[in-house]
Nanobody
Framework: QVQLVESGGGLVQAGGSLRPSCAAS????????MGWFRQAPGKGREFVAS????????YYADSVKGRFTISRDNAKNTVYLQMASLKPEDTAVYYC?????????????WGQGTQVTVSS
């Protein structure tokens, strides 16, 4: 089975930083690109960032480029999303995803999500 468990969400003020993480099984982590998606209330799930299985390529949504950084630690089977200069519009449930192709901006398996709330 594919299991993805997010943690590290929370409440921060605008301009602050947060670094949620996603732990996966070794089998999942070593065979998939990984990504982060988010969903705000009343909106669809949108792509945020992704990283290739090797870590050599990264992709970002225009809305977060320059502020967010995705990384993966294969030894720990964990992917991170370093979020800086957070804005209220970043408020959403953030989901970790295993992806067949990082550049596809489409997730194939999903974690349960972690809430990120940015106050103004």
């Amino acid at each position: 089975q594919v299991q993805l468990v997010e943690s590290g969400g929370g409440l921060v003020q605008a301009g602050g930083s947060l670094r949620p993480s996603c732990a996966a099984s070794a089998r999942t982590f070593s065979n998939y690109a990984m990504g982060w998606f988010r969903q705000a209330p009343g909106k669809g799930r949108e792509f945020v960032a992704s990283i290739s299985w090797s870590g050599g390529r990264t992709y970002y949504a225009d809305s977060v480029k320059g502020r967010f950084t995705i990384s993966r630690d294969n030894a720990k089977n964990t992917v991170y999303l370093q979020m800086a200069s957070l804005k209220p519009e970043d408020t959403a449930v953030y989901y970790c995803a295993a992806m067949t192709v990082a550049g596809s901006r489409r997730g194939d398996y999903w974690g349960q999500g972690t809430q990120v709330t940015v106050s103004s």
